[in-house]
Nanobody, 125 residues
């Protein structure tokens, strides 16, 4: 089992940047592919980005491609999401998730085994 704790959310103006972190504890972090998801009010939780176990492969939803960057530091048991050129539609609670079965992670919520509690990101126009 792994415990995940996100941080780094906050209020930012459109066009600004934020970096989210997700610290893992428990079982070996490097054995999990990782993903970021987000949930806006009244909407379903949606996939944002994922990264392979060793960090060599990254994938993004079309809505954030070119603006967000996912990375990980397995020595520090930490996952990151660098968010640039933020838009009001990026406003959501952001969650990190751990996938023990798929080397490259998944775009589907059902494939993730562990979730953090979320961190709020609000982008003002």
């Amino acid at each position: 089992q792994v415990q995940l704790v996100e941080s780094g959310g906050g209020l930012v103006q459109a066009g600004g940047s934020l970096t989210l972190s997700c610290v893992a504890s428990g079982r070996t972090f490097s054995t999990y592919a990782m993903g970021w998801f987000r949930q806006a009010p009244g909407k379903e939780r949606e996939y944002v980005a994922r990264i392979s176990r060793d960090g060599s492969s990254t994938y993004y939803a079309d809505s954030v491609k070119g603006r967000f960057a996912i990375s990980r530091d397995n020595a520090k048991d930490t996952l990151y999401l660098q968010m640039n050129t933020l838009k009001p539609e990026d406003t959501a609670v952001y969650y990190c998730a751990a996938d023990r079965d798929w080397t490259y992670g998944s775009i589907y919520r059902r494939d993730y085994d562990y979730w953090g509690q979320g961190t709020q990101v609000t982008v003002s126009s």
